[in-house]
C-alpha cells in the first residue's frame, strides 16, 4: 500500500435520513446536507431508465454517443472535446492520475472541495493549499504558488463550500499568468444555477488557454446524484490523451439515458433555478435580520456562520429533523452549510435556527 494512505481519513457521508429517524425516533427528517436537488428529476426520466431495464445483459456504449452528440448541440462544441465520468468525482481523479506524481505539485483553494487534496496526496503529489479571501479564491496568492513542477490547480467556481465566484476577468488574468504545461480545472459543478452576470464562459476561453479544462455534472441541478454522471470540456488532444487512462464501460447505460432525458428536460431545470434563487433570498432575509454572516451563493447552497461551534447548530437541527453539514468537515468549524431545499423546507429550518438563537444568546 502507498504510504501515504495511511495519513488519509476515508470519506464519511453524510447521516441516512431512515439512520436519524431511528436513531432520534422522528416520523420525518429531511436532508439538506449534500446539494441535491430537492425537486428530483425530470419527469422525462423515469421513462428513459425503463427502456434501459430491457437491455441490463449489454454492455453500455463506452463513448456514450447518443449523450455526447446531444450535450455537444446543447453546448455549441466538438464532440471530441467532450470525456464522461461516473460522476465528476471520477474525472477528478482521472485528471490528477494522467498528470500528477512525485515531485510535482497541485496548487487548490482552502477550504474547497476536498477530492482535489485527496487525489493529488493519493498520487504523492506536494499539495499546497492557498486560503480563500472573504470566501473567494485568492488567485494572486495561488500564481506566487506555482513553480515549473506544478502539474494542475484546481478552480472550484462556484466554490464549494461558500458559493463566491471567480469574476471572468480574474479569470482571463489569471490564466494569462500561468505557465502553458500547468492545467488549469475549472470546476463548475453548480454552472447551472449562476446567475452572475460575470461568471466566465470558459468553453470560450478554452480556444486561448489549451491549458484550461472544465468539468460539470449531472448530479446537481439536473437531480441524477444516485446514477453518478458528469463529463469534462477540453481541447480534443487533452481528451484523447485522457480518453487513454479512462476505464471502459465506465458510465452505466442507465446513467447515460438518464442524462439524455434529463438533458432534453429544459423546462424542469429552469424551473429548479428559479425556485433555487427564491430559496436563497429567503435565507438571505432571514440572516440579515438575525445579524449572521454568509456569502452570496451561486450554488444551490449557503454557508452561515455563527459565533460558535457550527457541530452545535448542526445537532440541535437534527433533533428537529434537518440533517445539514456542520462546517468542522468542511474546513469553517463555526459555519454549517445547508442546501437550498423547497420552500416548506426552508421555512422549516430557518425556524429552526431562530429557536436555536433564541436559546443560546451568546450567538
Known amino acids: 500500500m502507498k504510504p501515504q494512505l495511511y495519513r488519509l481519513t476515508p470519506y464519511r457521508p453524510g447521516k441516512r435520513i431512515e439512520e436519524v429517524k431511528a436513531e432520534l425516533g422522528l416520523a420525518q427528517v429531511v436532508k439538506l446536507a449534500s446539494n441535491e436537488n430537492p425537486f428530483g428529476t ?61 515531485g510535482l505539485n497541485s496548487v487548490m483553494a482552502h477550504p474547497t472541495f476536498p477530492n482535489y487534496k485527496r487525489n493529488a496526496i493519493i498520487d504523492g503529489a506536494e499539495v499546497r493549499e492557498i486560503p480563500l479571501k472573504n470566501g473567494r479564491h485568492d488567485l494572486d496568492s495561488m500564481l506566487e504558488a506555482i513553480d515549473e513542477n506544478t502539474g494542475i490547480v484546481w478552480l472550484c467556481n462556484p466554490n464549494n463550500p461558500t458559493g463566491e465566484y471567480i469574476r471572468e476577468k480574474e479569470l482571463i488574468d489569471f490564466l494569462e499568468q500561468v505557465p502553458e504545461n ?44 444516485a446514477l453518478r454522471i458528469g463529463y469534462a470540456i477540453a481541447q480534443p488532444a487533452v481528451i484523447r490523451a485522457l480518453e487513454a487512462a479512462r476505464e471502459p464501460f465506465n458510465v452505466s447505460a442507465v446513467a447515460q439515458a438518464a442524462a439524455l432525458a434529463a438533458l432534453e428536460d429544459q423546462a424542469f431545470v429552469s424551473e429548479s433555478i428559479r425556485r433555487n434563487r427564491e430559496g436563497l433570498e429567503t435565507y438571505y432575509q432571514f440572516c440579515d435580520e438575525a445579524g449572521l454572516s454568509y456569502y452570496r451563493s451561486q450554488g444551490n447552497f449557503i454557508l452561515i456562520q455563527f459565533s460558535c461551534s457550527g457541530d452545535a447548530v448542526f445537532g440541535y437541527l ?24 423547497t420552500r416548506e423546507q426552508n421555512l422549516g429550518v430557518i425556524e429552526g435556527l431562530k429557536q436555536f438563537l433564541k436559546e443560546h444568546t451568546q450567538v
Open 182 to 225: 500547468t492545467f488549469v480545472v475549472c470546476d463548475e459543478a453548480y454552472y447551472e444555477y449562476v446567475t452572475a452576470d460575470d461568471f466566465p464562459d470558459t468553453i470560450a476561453l478554452m480556444d486561448r488557454y489549451p491549458n484550461l479544462i472544465v468539468t460539470r455534472t449531472f448530479s446537481k441541478v439536473y437531480g441524477l446524484a
Open 318 to 341: 437534527l433533533k428537529r429533523g434537518y440533517i445539514v453539514r456542520a462546517g468542522t468537515a468542511l474546513g469553517v468549524p463555526n459555519a454549517v452549510r445547508v442546501t437550498i431545499g
Open 42 to 102: 425530470s419527469p422525462k426520466v423515469g421513462p428513459a431508465i425503463q427502456e434501459v431495464l430491457k437491455t441490463l445483459a449489454l454492455y453500455p456504449d463506452g463513448r456514450a454517443s447518443a449523450l455526447r452528440a446531444a450535450l455537444a448541440d446543447r453546448l455549441d462544441i466538438d464532440p471530441e472535446r467532450l470525456i464522461f465520468g461516473n460522476g465528476t468525482d471520477e474525472l477528478l481523479h482521472l485528471f490528477s492520475r494522467s498528470v500528477l506524481s512525485p
